[in-house]
């Protein structure tokens, strides 16, 4: 084995012990060693030859690794920088004089001559060659020992002195207590008690609570009727004060686990978490995974039908594709966030653009926004994408849907930056806009200030979302291997297009219509006599009528079909019609219900509503009033029967001229009810009528009535 300079060797026997190897002869014939864990060391000649000998022999050992000092320079403080260099500035002149300076009766002048060229004293000459000696033969084998200063990592706890440690205290008459075990199990108490689970408590305020419950002793003052608080145990010394109650919560405690239970996990992982991963790496193309997002925008618009009724701030959805960071779809309105605005956002993501942008004025090419696709996976809330209506568009499209955890928005985490990135570019410039001192005292109320309406407003992000697709410099882009090759431009439609031509595979087109309709919230109608009915309205369509379901249903009996709706607009709704080419039939409102012409499911609703309260309130009133009807029709009858005159005929002498008595008592009516226009009804007095001839019977001079008539026409046939 070969023994070279710089070396360590770590000598076995009677005194065992590590030495360096300082020099050696170019004839291999003698060398100079120093030993290193003896302070009083001094360089030592010695015999190669003796040295390879021991190797050979198992009585020394070479130690491979480096155990002399190593530091990066960047990494050192400048103090320790200056105080290793001058140190190496007195010893560089000396050490270059080997082997002379190993020698002993040469080594003493040639110290005391640089003593006298430095006005360093010898002492320390010889302690900054011993170091750098012993120390790896480096210049950073000089720098200071500080590290080693001190107790650092040491824990100074229960002392048996009762000397306090540490800095003395200027003020006051009590010392301070030191901290031992017992105090110590009191500081992890109060911290667990009142900081961990408590985000009410300030490191402060769990501190006064720990001195309160722990160090006092409480008294009922009973002249006062309240609880005080006097001196505890450490009534003498002191309590311990906020410092170190501080510093062992710094030392013991892990701080970030901490926090995590203050602010509670999901908060922690949601805002402080390490972000190690990135959403780029999860997706291999375009359409790989779209990410969907709602917000409330910060202005305030005005209707469109009485520009001066402010209607307040609309809700903005964004669809991205993670890829590209392509904006894919986007839906501005009133509606959400909600499913019927993410079922507004989605639709948006097959619709054409060119039409699209062109129903708000905006003129473009194909190129500018080719986006019209369904992607292989959409990642969104749970409250909205969890939805059950979302089970259509997955079975018909083949899409897989993934809802973020609950309060873990930072899993959209791209689909959220749009939402600092698009308002930066309009908020300048657009009256309503809310800033920061909106609720400030004083602070100006951007309401009044509105003056754009929902179309004016779309229009706008429109042009900010075309300006991001096609001209913005995604800065933190985590480019793959390929993009990077490719040295394609960080802006989304660059990477749309590059993904297109290379990663491009689940891009999917569909119509429109077939998209909205698997958008749309599905149920069940019930075929009845008077229609289609769902939701209190009846609809009829072609299909019901060539089939004559009504027929069917008013001899039958009715039963359940299969419907689509927009909750939005109940004008219509869509029959499942699986052997459509469209795979529905669009059902529209009967006459019967033409008062929910252009009214909403939850307008619908409502009138219900209204209706069945209005019936309720009626019903008391109705009730009162059947009760004055019976009150009223048993004081006719009771009248009646008081009027009833005692007759002594049998029950056959009573009924034998029922039909006479109803003739005398017809011709008395029609002279009463006769129409006299002009004239004052006169009031009937019945007249004394003495008759020429005695007969048995009165004559029958009244007008036949109609079945009269219809009698004398049958016996003439």
């Known amino acids: 084995m070969i023994i070279l300079r710089n070396d360590l060797l770590r000598l076995k ?10 020099w050696i002869h170019p004839q291999k014939g003698s060398s100079f060693i120093i030993k290193l864990d003896d302070e009083q060391a001094l360089p030592e000649p010695v015999d190669l030859s003796a040295l390879q000998a021991m190797l050979e022999e198992g009585q020394a050992e070479l130690i491979k690794e480096n155990i002399g000092a190593t530091a990066n320079h960047y990494q050192l403080p400048q103090n320790h920088q200056d105080k290793r260099d001058v140190a190496w500035r007195v010893i560089e002149p000396l050490i270059g004089q080997e082997p002379a300076i190993y020698v002993a009766s040469r080594r003493g002048s040639m110290i005391m001559q640089r003593c006298r060229e430095t006005g360093v004293v010898h002492r320390t000459l010889y302690r900054y060659l011993k170091r750098y000696w012993q120390r790896g033969m480096t210049p950073n ?86 609880m005080t608080h006097q001196d505890g145990h ?44 990135t959403s780029t790496a999860e997706v291999w193309g375009p359409g790989a995974r779209y990410q969907i997002d709602a917000t409330i925008a910060d202005v305030y618009l005005v209707s469109r039908f009485n520009r001066e009724r402010i209607i307040g701030r609309p809700v903005l959805y964004v669809v991205i594709d993670v890829f590209s960071r392509m904006i894919v779809g986007m839906y501005i309105g009133l509606e959400g966030p909600s499913w019927v605005g993410a079922m507004m956002a989605l639709a948006n993501t097959v619709a054409d653009k060119v039409a699209y942008c062109a129903h708000f004025g905006k003129t473009i090419e194909p190129d500018e926004w080719p986006c019209h696709h369904l992607p292989a996976t959409i990642l969104g809330d ?18 897989t849907v993934e809802n973020a955890a609950a309060y873990r928005a930072d899993w959209k985490g791209i689909v959220e930056q749009r939402f600092r990135l698009l308002p930066s570019k309009f908020k300048a410039y657009v009256p309503g806009y809310i800033q920061p001192d909106f609720r400030a005292r004083g602070g100006q109320d951007y309401r009044l200030d509105a003056v754009l309406d929902l179309d004016q407003f779309t229009r706008i992000v429109i042009e900010c979302v075309l300006y991001y697709n096609n001209h913005h410099d995604i800065v933190n882009y985590d480019q793959d291997k390929d ?39 599905t149920d069940e109608a019930t075929v009845s006599v008077h229609g289609i009915r769902y939701s209190g309205c009846f609809y009829t369509c072609a299909r019901a009528v060539e089939s004559r379901w009504f027929d069917r249903a008013r001899q039958r009996g009715n039963w359940k079909v299969r419907i689509s709706y927009d909750p939005r607009a109940m004008d219509q709704i869509y029959l499942h019609e699986p052997e459509s080419p469209l795979g ?41 009033r059947v009760a004055d009807l019976q009150a009223g029709i048993e004081q006719v009858v009771q009248a009646a029967v008081a009027q009833a005159p005692v ?18 008592e017809k011709s008395l009516n029609r002279h009463q009810e006769a129409f006299r226009l002009g004239t004052k009804t006169p009031s009937v007095v019945p007249a004394d009528v003495i ?24 016996e003439e046939s």
């Open 584 to 624: 529905f039939e669009v059902c529209q409102l009967t006459p019967r219900s033409r008062a929910e012409v252009g009214l909403s499911l939850w307008e619908i609703g409502q009138q219900m509503d209204m209706e069945k309260h209005q019936l309720s309130d009626h019903r008391h009133h109705r009730q009162l």
């Open 382 to 399: 749970r409250g909205e994408i969890e939805s059950r209506y979302i089970e259509t568009l997955q079975n018909n499209f083949n899409v």
């Open 141 to 226: 084998s000089l720098l200071p020992d500080y590290a080693a200063s001190g107790g650092k990592g040491k824990t100074r706890v229960g002392a048996e002195s009762s000397i306090k440690r540490g800095r003395p205290r200027l003020h006051g008459d009590r010392a301070g207590v030191n901290i031992d075990e017992g105090m110590l199990r009191i500081f992890r108490l109060a911290i667990t008690r009142y900081y961990a689970i408590d985000a009410r408590f300030t490191l402060q305020g769990a501190y006064e609570q720990m001195i309160k419950d722990f160090f006092c002793d409480r008294v009922f003052d009973a002249n006062a009727g309240q």
């Open 234 to 277: 450490y009534a003498e010394a002191g309590f311990p004060t906020v410092g170190q109650f501080g510093y062992w919560f710094r030392k013991e405690q892990d701080e970030l686990n901490i926090k995590r239970k203050r602010l509670s996990p999901r908060v922690y992982d949601k805002d402080m978490r390490g972000l190690t991963g």
């Open 647 to 664: 007759s002594n005929d049998s029950k056959r002498q009573r009924t034998s001229k029922i039909r006479e008595h109803r003739a005398e």
């Open 483 to 521: 993009v990077a090759a490719d040295l394609v431009l960080s802006v989304p439609r660059q990477l749309w297009w590059w993904g297109l031509e290379n990663r491009s595979g689940r891009l999917r087109t569909f119509s429109e219509d077939r998209v909205q309709f698997s958008l749309m919230p």
């Open 13 to 22: 026997g009677d005194n065992p012990c590590v030495v360096r190897i300082l």
């Open 691 to 714: 008759p020429l001839h005695p007969q048995t019977t009165a004559p029958n001079y009244s007008l036949p009535d109609i079945s009269e008539i219809l009698n004398a026409f049958d």
